[in-house]
T-cell receptor, first 114, second 112 residues
Framework: DAGVIQSPRHEVTEMGQEVTLRCKPI?????LFWYRQTMMRGLELLIY????????DSGMPEDRFSAKMPNASFSTLKIQPSEPRDSAVYFC????????????FGPGTRLTVL | QKEVEQDPGPLSVPEGAIVSLNCTYS??????FMWYRQYSRKGPELLMY????GNKEDGRFTAQVDKSSKYISLFIRDSQPSDSATYLC????????????FGAGTQVVVTP
């Protein structure tokens, strides 16, 4: 299995632009998680899905952030408009949920907003 | 105050030494405890998983959970330079199964 796939790996954009991050989970995994990692705040859960349905989005920082999972093999995290404080590494992870919540992380997308 | 506290280090040890890492937490509902390892510019990967209290051993790695003290530990025996990484503790409760709370991560450097 190729593992969790994320694209792009690096993104540099200017403040105010729309940013779309993409994730392909491991086949057969029912859970998908989006995280953000910064030096200041560490690894934070933004939102997670179960069977393509958002279960908990309490970590989404504000309305500028949105996430979708149109099918079992694809998810997007969108930031519109982007701000410099959104600069971080964004990770996608997936899990089968059994026998426990072992999450497999992708390589991350390093976002820089100028 | 954060729910999970972890010293960010860095922790520098000579090759062959025992590495001792720990986290404290405040939420008594936490039941699932994990340790992840993260190499520079990579995603975290699961090292150890423990449910509720007790010890678990896997090769050179031992995880301990003391729920009465709200304290978990990870020990790495016979440390190798390849163990140099950031180690993150993570935990969740039965009512918040999907929401792993991560510690800040401890950077470990094993010098040859």
């Amino acid at each position: 299995d190729a593992g969790v796939i994320q694209s792009p790996r690096h993104e540099v954009t200017e403040m105010g632009q729309e940013v779309t991050l993409r994730c392909k989970p491991i086949s057969g995994h029912d859970y998908l998680f989006w995280y953000r990692q910064t030096m200041m705040r560490g690894l934070e859960l933004l939102i997670y899905f179960n069977n393509n349905v958002p279960i908990d989005d309490s970590g989404m920082p504000e309305d500028r952030f949105s996430a979708k999972m149109p099918n079992a093999s694809f998810s997007t995290l969108k930031i519109q408009p982007s701000e410099p404080r959104d600069s971080a590494v964004y990770f996608c992870a997936s899990s089968s949920g059994v026998p426990y919540n072992e999450q497999f992380f992708g390589p991350g997308t390093r976002l820089t907003v100028l | 105050q954060k729910e999970v506290e972890q010293d960010p280090g860095p922790l520098s040890v000579p090759e062959g030494a025992i590495v001792s890492l720990n986290c404290t937490y405040s939420n008594s509902a936490f039941q699932y405890f994990m340790w992840y390892r993260q190499y520079s510019r990579k995603g975290p990967e699961l090292l150890m998983y423990t449910y509720s209290s007790g010890n678990k051993e896997d090769g050179r790695f031992t995880a301990q959970v003391d729920k009465s003290s709200k304290y978990i530990s990870l020990f790495i025996r016979d440390s190798q330079p390849s163990d140099s990484a950031t180690y993150l503790c993570a935990m969740s409760g039965t009512d918040s199964w999907g929401k792993l709370q991560f510690g800040a991560g401890t950077q470990v450097v094993v010098t040859p």
